[in-house]
């Protein structure tokens, strides 16, 4: 049987059999918490605590009132150490709530998990209370997009939504946070698919999952047979390829409709949720948990702990580094994410945030392949980034432009249609940076709508 995918795309080496066999484990609370107030698209939030005030488990720290937004609350029971600047893997800086925990009140968080069953009725719940919940929690996409989850379900009567599309795909390199989240919460995901399917109106739901993960199938198939046979939910084997978890191109592959250009989901009908964010929907609804805790892969060679932690957001990287007992060998990058869209970092104090699904550690071996050791030449016109494009762009053109500073004839190429993915970078025999020029353009063009703005 032919499995289902889009145009473009690339293979990189998985490297997933570092976790992909190690369950989930919680981690102590460290001696510090670090909550940026920046960890979603939209509105930054505003500190609603102040220094030396005293917090609990689940307190709201940070809000904004604006619709596109999410709150940020306290992992932990402890007192308000400085709300000041600390490192952002994207923005550089933000204003972060600094928490200094109480050990005494603090042990592991456990995952709820365990409290699921075939038995779960999303009927028990209305929209408005579904939708509620999920505003309140400060649920915002996990997969690392990081969108406020309650504006993508909300129903639009502008925009109705007919099909619910579950991200299991994974696509990324290393990571596998959330094939251990669909092996070992599979009702608690099942249970946030359905949640989310009644408040938004979607009738038809479709799980994507990669080939390469034949165990996570079979048991959302058997799930699926026990607790719902009635519903049109469906499970749907697409091809192995990245970014086969790109919204746009699950979409493609899993429907064979496409998103139109500068468009969104909702548009043609479409909501598409990642397994991580589902989880945490059904946390959020029936236990009225907020956001405060995630699964994060800590991988490579260079760690002599590999595995998949459930982690306080707000903990440090080095932290996180000491808890899988610190590196066996010289890193050469510590990435936040996977190596192919992942933000490399230099400040191990930098806080792990809702978006962080995983801590990449490439040695000097990694990084230094033939393919990366060559110095970068002049374009040779081969066209393999036009090939391996998912989005169908001519990244050099995109690339070239930006390089000369000319942002118009970059807009003209499409430069705001670019997923980020790096497949041009990945496959460009001239060791070209094309993905980076096209972030910077990004940066770049934003800078000057603000400036006129």
Same mark, same amino acid.
């Given at each position: 049987?032919?499995?289902?995918?889009?145009?473009?795309?690339?293979?990189?080496?998985?490297?997933?059999?570092?976790?992909?066999?190690?369950?989930?484990?919680?981690?102590?609370?460290?001696?510090?918490?670090v909550l940026p107030l920046v960890q979603h698209i939209g509105a930054p939030c505003q500190p609603i605590v102040q220094k030396k005030e005293k917090v609990e488990y689940a307190q709201c720290v940070g809000k904004a009132d604006a619709y596109?937004?999410?709150?940020?609350?306290?992992?932990?029971?402890?007192?308000?150490?400085?709300?000041?600047?600390?490192?952002?893997?994207?923005?550089?800086?933000?204003?972060?709530?600094?928490?200094?925990?109480?050990?005494?009140?603090?042990?592991?968080? $456990?995952?709820?998990?365990?409290?699921?069953?075939?038995?779960?009725?999303?009927?028990?719940?209305?929209?408005?209370?579904?939708?509620?919940?999920?505003?309140?929690?400060?649920?915002?996409?996990?997969?690392?997009?990081?969108?406020?989850?309650?504006?993508?379900?909300?129903?639009?009567?502008?925009?109705?939504?007919?099909?619910?599309?579950?991200?299991?795909?994974?696509?990324?390199?290393?990571?596998?946070?959330?094939?251990r989240v669909m092996l070992e919460w599979t009702w608690q995901v099942l249970a946030g698919v359905r949640l989310a399917a009644h408040a938004s109106g979607c009738r038809t739901i479709r799980i994507g999952i990669e080939d390469n993960k034949?165990?996570?199938?079979?048991?959302?198939?058997?799930?699926?047979?026990?607790?719902?046979?009635?519903?049109?939910? $469906?499970?749907?084997?697409?091809?192995?390829?990245?970014?086969?978890?790109?919204?746009?191109?699950?979409?493609?592959?899993?429907?064979?409709?496409?998103?139109?250009?500068?468009?969104?989901?909702?548009?043609?009908?479409?909501?598409?949720?990642?397994?991580?964010?589902?989880?945490?929907?059904?946390?959020?609804?029936?236990?009225?948990?907020?956001?405060?805790?995630?699964?994060?892969?800590?991988?490579?060679?260079?760690?002599?702990?590999?595995?998949?932690?459930?982690?306080?957001?707000?903990?440090?990287?080095?932290?996180?580094?000491?808890?899988?007992?610190?590196?066996?060998?010289?890193?050469?990058?510590?990435?936040?994410?996977?190596?192919?869209?992942?933000?490399?970092?230099?400040?191990?104090?930098?806080?792990?945030?809702?978006?962080?699904?995983?801590?990449?550690?490439?040695?000097?071996?990694?990084?230094?392949?033939?393919?990366?050791?060559?110095? $970068?030449?002049?374009?040779?016109?081969?066209?393999?980034?036009?090939?391996?494009?998912?989005?169908?762009?001519?990244?050099?053109?995109?690339?070239?432009?930006?390089?000369?500073?000319?942002?118009?004839?970059?807009?003209?190429?499409?430069?705001?249609?670019?997923?980020?993915?790096?497949?041009?970078?990945?496959?460009?025999?001239?060791?070209?940076?094309?993905?980076?020029?096209?972030?910077?353009?990004?940066?770049?063009?934003?800078?000057?709508?603000?400036?006129?703005?």
């Amino acid at each position: 049987m032919r499995r289902k995918a889009f145009k473009g795309g690339v293979h990189p080496p998985e490297n997933k059999h570092f976790t992909e066999f190690c369950p989930i484990e919680p981690v102590p609370v460290p001696q510090q918490i670090v909550l940026p107030l920046v960890q979603h698209i939209g509105a930054p939030c505003q500190p609603i605590v102040q220094k030396k005030e005293k917090v609990e488990y689940a307190q709201c720290v940070g809000k904004a009132d604006a619709y596109v937004s999410a709150a940020i609350h306290s992992p932990v029971y402890g007192t308000v150490k400085d709300i000041a600047l600390a490192s952002h893997p994207v923005i550089g800086r933000t204003m972060a709530v600094y928490l200094e925990p109480l050990p005494a009140n603090n042990p592991p968080r $456990q995952p709820t998990a365990g409290q699921f069953s075939s038995a779960f009725e999303p009927a028990d719940y209305s929209p408005e209370q579904i939708c509620t919940a999920i505003q309140e929690a400060g649920l915002v996409g996990m997969g690392g997009a990081g969108f406020p989850t309650r504006v993508k379900i909300e129903p639009n009567p502008a925009m109705p939504k007919h099909t619910l599309i579950i991200n299991g795909c994974e696509c990324e390199p290393y990571i596998t946070c959330d094939y251990r989240v669909m092996l070992e919460w599979t009702w608690q995901v099942l249970a946030g698919v359905r949640l989310a399917a009644h408040a938004s109106g979607c009738r038809t739901i479709r799980i994507g999952i990669e080939d390469n993960k034949p165990t996570a199938v079979e048991a959302f198939e058997e799930a699926i047979s026990q607790s719902c046979p009635d519903e049109d939910i $469906q499970v749907v084997v697409v091809k192995t390829k990245y970014p086969q978890g790109g919204e746009r191109q699950l979409i493609k592959s899993v429907l064979g409709e496409q998103v139109p250009t500068g468009g969104i989901p909702p548009q043609i009908g479409i909501c598409v949720l990642n397994v991580a964010t589902c989880a945490a929907i059904a946390e959020a609804v029936v236990f009225k948990q907020p956001l405060t805790h995630r699964v994060v892969t800590v991988t490579g060679r260079a760690i002599a702990r590999p595995g998949n932690y459930y982690v306080p957001i707000g903990m440090s990287v080095k932290d996180l580094i000491d808890h899988c007992g610190g590196l066996t060998e010289q890193a050469a990058k510590v990435v936040l994410g996977g190596p192919m869209m992942g933000f490399a970092i230099a400040d191990l104090s930098t806080p792990l945030t809702k978006t962080t699904g995983a801590l990449t550690i490439l040695t000097r071996e990694d990084v230094t392949e033939p393919k990366y050791a060559l110095q $970068q030449t002049a374009c040779i016109r081969c066209g393999r980034c036009l090939m391996s494009c998912p989005e169908g762009l001519n990244p050099t053109r995109i690339a070239h432009a930006v390089k000369h500073f000319r942002m118009e004839q970059a807009e003209q190429y499409y430069l705001s249609a670019c997923i980020e993915c790096g497949c041009c970078s990945y496959v460009c025999p001239a060791h070209i940076e094309l993905a980076g020029y096209i972030k910077t353009g990004k940066l770049l063009k934003a800078r000057e709508k603000k400036r006129l703005a």
